[in-house]
């Protein structure tokens, strides 16, 4: 049996190509510039995705960004199977940044 093609498909396939390749590049250049490491080196603990998540949104200083979080997250663990682990940890920490930066924000203004 012949498999059934959506039209839209069709219709989104040029721009799914060059969102892959334009992801596929950021993927090698950051490989380039973060060459893997020994893996005989300490590994690093492991923990849940809703642990990250948890931890996430102890940092916010409102609800309001509390529930913004899995929103903020949901890219990143999209696209973690595809990218490198070192990869993913530094748009984590990009994340917990910009959350405690706007939880600094949010003091400030308080104040």
Do not use: G
Not at 76 to 89: D, Q
Request: charged share 25%.
């Amino acid at each position: 049996m012949t498999p059934q093609i959506d039209i839209s498909d069709l219709r989104t396939l040029p721009a799914r190509i060059v969102h892959a390749r334009w992801a596929l590049a950021d993927i090698e250049a950051f490989k380039a510039r973060f060459p893997p490491l020994n893996s005989e080196l300490t590994p690093f603990p492991t923990f849940s995705w809703e642990a990250l998540i948890r931890q996430l949104e102890h940092l916010c200083a409102n609800p309001r960004d509390r529930d913004l979080v899995r929103d903020k997250l949901a890219p990143i663990f999209r696209l973690a199977k595809y990218r490198p682990p070192e990869m993913v940890l530094q748009d984590v920490l990009l994340l917990a940044w910009v959350l405690m930066d706007e939880a600094k924000d949010a003091e400030v203004a308080m104040s």
